[in-house]
T-cell receptor, first 114, second 113 residues
Framework: GALVYQYPRRTICKSGTSMRMECQAVGFQATSVAWYRQSPQKTFELIALSTVNSAIKYEQNFTQEKFPISHPNLSFSSMTVLNAYLEDRGLYLC??????????FGPGTRLLVL | GEKVEQHESTLSVREGDSAVINCTYTDTASSYFPWYKQEAGKSLHFVIDIRSNVDRKQSQRLIVLLDKKAKRFSLHITATQPEDSAIYFCAAGDNNAGAKLTFGGGTRLTVRP
């Protein structure tokens, strides 16, 4: 079956530092990978969508300069949170899908910023 | 852009009763409507979805209804069980945009024994 792994599951970083999170799709080819953030007590906000053979599209309020994403092949994507501050804390989810079909989510990377 | 509203932020039902969660969306281009479940401290687990070419879909105890005219869709959980307790999120997407989903605010469902 389709599985999505994320690493690390939980991380703590100092304010102003950066951290990288990874997403791996197993059992299917992730032609699209979407990164979302769930801030405390909120819903899921799309950060950016990466589709094979297309430029990565960032949503309003999110930029490549702050959240650079790499999607080098059909099974792997990574995103870095640069200069993390308190408002960046939350659960970061990677959603992977094939051909725009059902999106499967990884367990998430929970980011705490001190 | 698309906005998805989930009308019930909390819902409490007795075990065995049905639970209904309602969502509305704004973008007529949306054609794909999945539902996800989030248990405490965990990620999103896919529950069921419906596409705009049908107005009803059932999978065991789950029924999804879609009213394109009203831009409204709903999740019906029949014969609820305590393990159905979780936060349920509706979402809307446009397949032409790949896998971009806009989520509702979530409904915390509690099934009382």
């Amino acid at each position: 079956g389709a599985l999505v792994y994320q690493y690390p599951r939980r991380t703590i970083c100092k304010s102003g530092t950066s951290m990288r999170m990874e997403c791996q799709a197993v059992g299917f080819q992730a032609t699209s990978v979407a990164w979302y953030r769930q801030s405390p007590q909120k819903t899921f906000e799309l950060i950016a969508l990466s589709t094979v053979n297309s430029a990565i599209k960032y949503e309003q309020n999110f930029t490549q300069e702050k959240f650079p994403i790499s999607h080098p092949n059909l099974s792997f994507s990574s995103m870095t949170v640069l200069n993390a501050y308190l408002e960046d804390r939350g659960l970061y989810l990677c959603g992977a899908s094939w051909g725009g079909d059902t999106q499967y989510f990884g367990p998430g990377t929970r980011l705490l910023v001190l | 852009g698309e906005k998805v509203e989930q009308h019930e932020s909390t819902l409490s039902v007795r075990e065995g009763d049905s639970a209904v969660i309602n969502c509305t969306y704004t973008d007529t281009a949306s054609s794909y409507f999945p539902w996800y479940k989030q248990e405490a401290g965990k990620s999103l687990h896919f529950v069921i979805d419906i596409r705009s070419n049908v107005d009803r879909k059932q999978s065991q105890r789950l029924i999804v209804l879609l009213d394109k005219k009203a831009k409204r869709f709903s999740l019906h959980i029949t014969a609820t069980q305590p393990e159905d307790s979780a936060i349920y999120f509706c979402a809307a997407g446009d397949n032409n945009a790949g896998a971009k989903l806009t989520f509702g605010g979530g409904t915390r469902l509690t099934v009382r024994p």
